[in-house]
């Protein structure tokens, strides 16, 4: 298969932006692909908000950040309707979620209520407000971000929002060396701000599309199924990974035989995603010893790969 320019270009850009982070933009690329979101934890000032603007540049998508707080209530994302003086008439104004990419910043800052304003946008790509359906842009991705070391004023994430989470990624430390061209590369201007579009979004609905149609050969599908079902027998997790985790692990791995240039499904993409596709998924027993990470690297360690 050859390589999709548009995607070459797409990298490039995302690189140019994060420095020192190839292997999560990778992973961001792969989650996007398959139509997946996207939950981004990380200390701060490691370039979250940076990625996400970028990815919103680069595919001239139109970008909304919400910043969570405790105060936040599901009309602050959701919208809702205004009243008009003129001719007392309601009329519907939409929130940031109506957007193609929505940065939810420090989403586990806000209240469970407002926290599950985004389950039905994540899951079907539409809201219900007031009694009405309304459908959401074409492509539709939340990029949330949180703090995994300060819990002071933080609500954990429910398990049915973090199912609908594609990966979960870190961007880490860049290397000293990775640090200096970060400084370099700051020294006149935002890296962000000099960024053209480069995949429009009716181009990445084709591409999405054409995932779907990457080969998985049945034992592959099946190894993707018997590392799920190990994460649900194993009893060091109170919660195993659910069909959705099956559904998004086979299709983050079809994207990335994509952005390999082949077309089709080795055991080899499974394997590299089944961690940040799983692991946040899943709840490790009290006294278990290991972390849900842990674990998932354990089962893939272990569990045999097809020929």
Same mark, same amino acid.
């Given at each position: 298969m050859e390589p999709v320019p548009e995607l070459e270009a797409l990298r490039a850009n995302l690189r140019a932006a994060v420095r020192g982070a190839d292997e999560t933009v990778e992973r961001v690329l792969a989650a996007v692909l398959a139509g997946g979101h996207v939950?981004?934890? #990380?200390?701060?000032?490691?370039? &979250?908000?940076?990625? +996400? &603007? +970028?990815?919103?540049?680069?595919?001239?998508a139109t970008f909304a950040r919400v910043q969570f707080t405790p105060d936040l209530l599901p009309t602050d994302i959701l919208g809702g309707s205004v009243y008009r003086a003129s001719d007392g008439a309601f009329l519907f104004r939409p929130g940031p979620i109506f957007a193609q990419v929505v940065l939810a910043d420090e989403v586990?800052?806000?209240?469970?209520?407002? @926290?599950?304003?985004?389950?039905?946008a994540m899951a079907e790509r539409q809201v219900s407000i007031e009694g009405e359906t309304r459908p959401l842009p074409e492509p539709f991705l939340v990029l949330a971000t949180e703090n995994p070391v300060e819990h002071a004023g933080t609500y954990p994430l429910p398990e049915a929002q973090l199912d609908r989470f594609c990966m979960r990624l870190s961007l880490g430390y860049p290397t000293p060396e990775e640090e200096v061209r970060v400084l370099r590369d700051h020294a006149a201007a935002e890296p962000v701000d000099a960024l053209r579009p480069v995949l429009?979004?009716?181009?990445?609905?084709?591409?999405?599309a054409r995932v779907r149609a990457v080969a998985t050969e049945d034992s592959v599908l099946g190894y993707v199924v018997r590392l799920v079902a190990r994460t649900r027998a194993e009893p060091r997790l109170r919660l195993g990974a659910s069909p959705?985790?099956?559904? #998004?692990?086979?299709?983050? +791995? @079809?994207? +990335?035989?994509?952005?390999?240039?082949? #077309?089709?499904?080795s055991p080899a993409d499974v394997r590299a995603l089944a961690v940040p596709v799983l692991a946040h998924r899943l709840l490790a027993a009290p006294r278990a010893g290991a972390t849900a990470a842990e674990v998932v690297d354990e089962i893939v360690r272990s569990e045999p790969v097809p020929d």
């Open positions: 939950l981004l934890e #990380d200390v701060p000032g490691t370039g &979250k908000t940076t990625l +996400a &603007k +970028a990815l919103a540049r680069s595919l001239g586990n800052r806000a209240s469970p209520r407002t @926290q599950s304003a985004l389950l039905e429009a979004p009716a181009r990445l609905a084709e591409l999405q959705r985790a099956s559904l #998004d692990l086979r299709r983050c +791995a @079809q994207a +990335a035989a994509l952005l390999a240039g082949r #077309d089709f499904v």
